[in-house]
């Protein structure tokens, strides 16, 4: 009987198959490297673009405060200016208004009444007159409530008095005067 080795064939398939093994995990290994450099590269590439980014929205932001600061000092500057103006319209109104009330009192004045003082302390006014009537002094009353430079009118008192020998009738106004209109 012949007797054939066997065994280094079997060697010779294991080594094979061995090496085989060893090229494949190679290959798998190599490929593998290859994409986590691609994959790194990407990222990087990524990674770059939105620190631009990042820096290019970081800008704008800067120029856009910027922006805001201008547009808020303006708008102060605006109100600021809007409030000389008032002060300078209120100014004219209050240098041609004790004119136009000095005129609006000589209109609503009646014929039989006649006007001893008129005195400001604050924001109260009083007037102060004479009248032949109690109807003359309801009409200057109630003509002074409906002035626009008039408010809160009242009528402090009235009282019967001698004048020269004639009967007259005291009164006494309390108002509130508004020159700025």
Do not use: H
């Not at 005129?103 to 924001?123: C, H, N, S, V, Y």
């Amino acid at each position: 009987m012949i007797r054939i080795n066997l065994l280094q064939v079997k060697a010779e398939k294991k080594k094979q198959t061995g090496q085989q093994q060893i090229i494949l995990f190679g290959l798998v290994l190599a490929v593998e490297i290859v994409i986590l450099i691609i994959l790194f590269g990407s990222v990087s590439a990524a990674k770059k673009s939105l620190v631009q980014k990042v820096a290019y929205y970081n800008a704008e932001i800067q120029k856009l405060d910027q922006i805001i600061g201008e547009v808020n000092q303006y708008k102060e500057t605006k109100a600021t200016l809007e409030a000389k103006l008032k002060v300078i319209d209120d100014l004219k109104k209050g240098r041609s208004g004790p004119i136009k009330v000095l005129d609006e009192i000589a209109q609503k004045t009646p014929k039989k009444l006649w006007l001893m003082k008129f005195e400001e302390k604050g924001r109260s006014t009083v007037i102060s007159g004479e009248a032949s009537s109690d109807e003359d002094i309801a009409a200057f009353l109630s003509d002074l409530e409906r002035s626009q430079y008039f408010s809160q009118v009242r009528l402090k008192f009235t009282k019967a008095a001698e004048r020269e020998g004639n009967q007259v009738k005291q009164f006494e106004i309390e108002c509130v005067v508004n020159y700025a209109i």
